[in-house]
């Protein structure tokens, strides 16, 4: 079973038993809760084992998971009004667990190819990015407090630059030294119901194309040596998860996903802009 979601793995080709352990709180090294808001739910897991983490087939680390049935509608009234709210809460969180102070730098990575609609996330959240590390190197004077300095980049992808992703980040590393690094990229799910209905944000990062069976270096602590927060929205589902007689390698995604994928990247900006730049003061990016 391929996907990016820890809520896929916890559910899919695990016993009766691991599955009512998880649910009951009980299974050994690993710890669930889950939080109510007013459009949808909040699922936290935090995986302290190794043997558990082997088993569920992730890193040892927090996998939050933000549902709302309502993200897939995005364009009319029903729209979340709560969620980046909610986004900005978890997000704020992670970010203070790991120790990550108001006055460091933070690199955001959007991962994917911008001319491939399922796989635009990444880089339609960079276009939305309030980016200021210019203005820390040449214009000090005019950066308010609460501002934070920060750098954006979408990378594209091997098969456009010839180059390992991971290797170009890097390289901006070593020459911008951020403090932290958060990772935007689209997703893969086993679930039609998470399918544009849930944001997962984690703090181990992410294995590029892992969802899909394209393996490529891991965006982590032990590849960049500094904290990697990645979020991301599913865009695609594999068909073999609906239609059983069906090649497992087709993946499928709604009509509106281009409609979708804006909305999506709308709402996560304005969460990374609003958290990391508190100069802002609520407004939307």
Not at 69 to 78: I, V
Not at 173 to 179: F, I, S, T, Y
Request: with cysteine.
């Amino acid at each position: 079973m391929r996907t990016d979601l820890m809520l896929d793995a916890l559910e899919a080709g695990q016993s009766e038993e691991f599955a009512r352990s998880v649910e009951s709180g009980h299974l050994s090294g690993v710890d669930s809760k889950e939080e109510r808001f007013a459009s949808g739910k909040i699922h936290i897991v935090n995986v302290r084992a190794e043997d558990a983490a082997k088993r569920l087939g992730k890193p040892k680390g927090t996998y939050i998971t933000i549902e709302c049935a309502t993200m897939r509608s995005p364009k009319n009234d029903e729209s979340p009004a709560d969620l980046v709210e909610t986004l900005m809460n978890q997000l704020q969180q992670m970010i203070e667990s790991l120790g990550i102070k108001e006055d460091q730098s933070i690199l955001i990575v959007g991962l994917g190819n911008r001319n491939v609609t399922p796989d635009a996330l990444g880089p339609a959240v960079i276009e939305r990015i309030l980016v200021t590390g210019h203005f820390f190197q040449q214009f000090p004077q005019w950066v308010k407090p609460g501002t934070r300095k920060l750098f954006a980049i979408a990378p594209g992808v091997l098969g456009t630059t010839g180059m390992e992703t991971a290797d170009i980040i890097q390289g901006i590393v070593r020459e911008q030294k951020p403090d932290a690094i958060v990772v935007i990229d689209a997703l893969a799910t086993s679930s039609l119901q998470r399918l544009h209905t849930s944001i997962q944000m984690t703090d181990q990062g992410i294995r590029p194309g892992s969802g899909i069976a394209n393996h490529r270096k891991a965006f982590d602590r032990a590849t960049f040596g500094v904290p990697v927060i990645s979020i991301g929205i599913p865009t695609v589902v594999y068909a073999s998860s609906i239609i059983r007689e069906v090649d497992e390698d087709i993946l499928l995604t709604p009509k509106t996903t281009d409609q979708l994928i804006e909305q999506g990247a709308e709402w996560i900006a304005e969460a990374i802009n609003r958290t990391l730049h508190r100069s802002l003061e609520g407004t939307a990016s």
